[in-house]
């Protein structure tokens, strides 16, 4: 089986505690990876005015940045994905994962 494993959060310190996690568990299993592939973060802009009447040129900006992680496991078994889906995870960051067979 294939897997493809995603990881996101608005944090990237929570984000690389679990990149690290999964990285010792795959060393310890010797599962064969590829990853951490990092993309690029994404920039999210809101704009906020000041005051509710007047003055529409005064705003406030507020920005985030959502980080994802990408890992590709090629050969993986039923066991060695549950001792990976057993990891403890922060709620911040959210894991996306595909099985391929």
């Known amino acids: ?35 951490p592939i990092f993309i690029p973060p994404r920039k999210i802009l809101i704009n906020i005015l000041k005051s509710p009447h007047i003055n529409k040129d005064a705003r406030d900006q507020i920005g985030m940045e959502k980080h994802k992680i990408l890992f590709l496991i090629k050969q ?23 099985l391929t067979t």
């Open 76 to 98: 993986i078994d039923k066991t060695q994905l549950k001792q990976l889906l057993k990891i403890n995870i922060n709620p911040i960051v959210k894991v996306l994962l595909q």
């Open 1 to 35: 089986m294939k897997l493809k494993l995603i990881l996101k959060s608005f944090s990237s310190y929570h984000v690389n505690v679990v990149t690290t996690k999964i990285l010792e568990l795959t060393q310890q299993k010797q599962i064969k990876i590829q990853g």
